[in-house]
């Protein structure tokens, strides 16, 4: 899908460093969400935005933080990068028909 | 929140026999249920969804039944083809814009 990207697509970080994923959509929607994917976990919620400079917490937002300047891009940070968020980084925006996922950023933290 | 179970975590089923996913749900406040599938190194994406006034959807070879006063959703595969192996995760939304997934069904179609 074009409408949503994810930048970068992988990145090799180390522990203590700042860390930020970037959320790209051209559909002018309105939500825009940010999850985690690990093994035996599923899908789980990082932060969500519900418009410009609106943003609200998931169920695993300790160490993250995010912003939304722009309709079009949501900003996940990683304050200081552990290695337990070594993850898939998916970024999603809710239209019509449900969510529509970006193509995800490969994170680990060594 | 809200809370969805899924079962089973991993499915393997011969080629051209049926596959069944099983969700339940605990808020009975939620109103809208998608299934997505994710094929290896791939995003996540929406093959079928079921809103809380149906008790069935069919898309050619998918199904999806909701049973809301037990709280309960599955999707059905039927004659299952290699192309189906993949993740597939349930998900399902209260009345609002945040959708809680299920841990997912690794499902493996052996030809």
């Known amino acids: 899908d074009a409408g949503i990207t994810q930048s970068p697509r992988h990145k090799v970080t180390e522990t203590g460093t700042p860390v930020t994923l970037r959320c790209h959509q051209t559909?002018?929607?309105?939500?825009m969400y940010w999850y985690r994917q690990d093994p035996g976990h599923g899908l789980r919620l990082i932060h969500y935005?519900?418009?410009?400079?609106?943003?609200d917490k998931g169920e695993v937002s300790d160490g993250y933080s995010v912003s939304r300047s722009k309709t079009e891009d949501f900003l996940l940070t990683l304050e200081s990068a552990t290695s337990s968020q070594t993850s898939v980084y998916f970024c999603?925006?809710?239209?019509?028909?449900?969510?529509?996922f970006g193509s995800g950023t490969r994170l680990t933290v060594v | 929140g809200e809370n969805v179970e899924q079962h089973p975590s991993t499915l393997s089923v011969q080629e051209g026999d049926s596959a069944v996913i099983k969700c339940t749900y605990s808020d009975s406040a939620s109103n809208y249920f998608p299934w997505y599938k994710q094929e290896l190194g791939k995003r996540p994406q929406l093959i079928i969804d079921?809103?809380?006034?149906?008790g069935e959807k069919k898309d050619q070879r998918i199904a999806v039944t909701l049973n809301k006063t037990a709280k309960h959703f599955s999707l059905h595969i039927t004659e299952t083809q290699p192309e189906d192996s993949a993740v597939y995760f349930c998900?399902?939304?209260?009345?609002?814009?945040?959708?809680?997934f299920g841990t997912g069904t690794s499902l493996t179609v052996i030809p």
């Open positions: 998900a399902a939304i209260l009345a609002g814009n945040q959708f809680y």
């Open positions: 079921i809103r809380s006034n149906v």
């Open positions: 559909e002018n929607h309105r939500y």
């Open positions: 999603a925006t809710q239209g019509s028909y449900g969510y529509t």
């Open positions: 935005s519900y418009g410009v400079k609106d943003t």
